[in-house]
C-alpha cells in the first residue's frame, strides 16, 4: 500500500510527511512518499494533495509538472482512488477559484472558492489559528472525531459549496466556513491535519484505512 504525497513545489511538506509517516507506522498504513514524478502517482494507492499559497499559482504549477497534472486526475477520476486535499489542496477540487482571478478549479466539488468576510469586524483575515469542527455528515475519515474537536486553520479564502451534502463539516468564523467536504472517493480538508494534534491525526489514520 503506497500513499504518495505530491510534490508541486508549493507548500512545506516535511510536517505533513512526518504525520502521514507515524500514523502508518502505528496503523500499517503502508508506505509513504513525498513525489512529483507523474509514474508514481499514477500507481499509488492514496494520493494527498498539499497546497500553501493562491489558488492560481498553486493550480498552474500543479499543470506545469510534466505528467503530474494528468496522472492525479486519472488515478481519481478514473481508477478511484483515495484522495485527500489539504489547504490549497483541498481548494482545487471546486469549480472555480476567485482569488486574484477567475481560474477553473478541478471540478470534484461543485463550487466557488472565496474570501473569507466575517460578519464581526473584529475578526481578522486570514482565519488563523484553531477552532471547533462542527461536524455536518458522518464519513469514514471522521471515525473517533467529534463537534468541538480541534483543528488548526490558516486560510483567507474557503469553498462555497452548490452542494450542501458535499460539505461534510464547518467552523463559524463570523459565519459559517467551509472546513471539510467530500464525495466519493475524495475528501478535502481546509485546515492542516498535521497540525492539529490528535483530531487531525487521528483524521490522517482513518484516511489510511478508509477502504471507499
Not at 471522521?142 to 483543528?151: E, V
Not at 461534510?168 to 471539510?180: C, K, N, Q, S
Request: proline share 4%; glycine share 12%; with cysteine.
Amino acid at each position: 500500500m503506497l500513499t504518495a504525497i505530491i510534490d508541486y513545489e508549493s507548500g512545506n511538506l516535511h510536517s505533513a510527511h512526518k504525520a502521514f509517516e507515524r500514523m502508518a507506522m502505528e496503523t500499517g498504513g503502508g508506505d509513504i512518499v513525498v513525489t512529483g514524478d507523474a509514474e508514481v502517482v499514477a500507481n499509488a494507492d492514496r494520493i494527498v494533495l498539499p497546497g500553501d499559497g493562491a489558488f492560481p499559482a498553486c493550480m498552474a504549477a500543479l499543470k506545469g509538472h510534466s505528467g503530474l497534472y494528468a496522472a492525479m486526475t486519472e488515478a481519481i477520476e478514473e481508477k478511484g482512488r483515495p484522495f485527500m486535499g489539504i489547504c490549497v489542496g483541498m481548494q482545487l477540487m471546486a469549480t472555480w477559484g476567485r482569488e486574484y482571478q477567475d481560474t477553473r478549479g478541478l471540478d470534484w466539488v461543485a463550487g466557488e472558492v472565496v474570501k473569507i468576510e466575517p460578519r464581526d469586524p473584529t475578526l481578522k483575515v486570514p482565519h488563523m489559528g484553531w477552532n471547533d469542527l462542527i461536524l455536518d455528515d458522518d464519513h469514514p475519515v471522521f471515525a473517533g472525531i467529534k463537534t468541538g474537536d480541534h483543528a488548526y486553520f490558516v486560510h483567507s479564502y474557503h469553498m462555497a459549496v452548490s452542494d450542501a451534502a458535499q460539505r461534510l463539516a464547518h467552523v463559524d468564523y463570523g459565519g459559517e466556513v467551509t472546513a471539510v467536504v467530500g464525495t466519493g472517493t475524495m475528501i478535502g480538508l481546509q485546515f492542516h491535519p498535521e497540525k492539529s494534534q490528535s483530531a487531525g491525526l487521528r483524521m490522517i489514520a482513518n484516511f489510511l484505512s478508509w477502504r471507499p
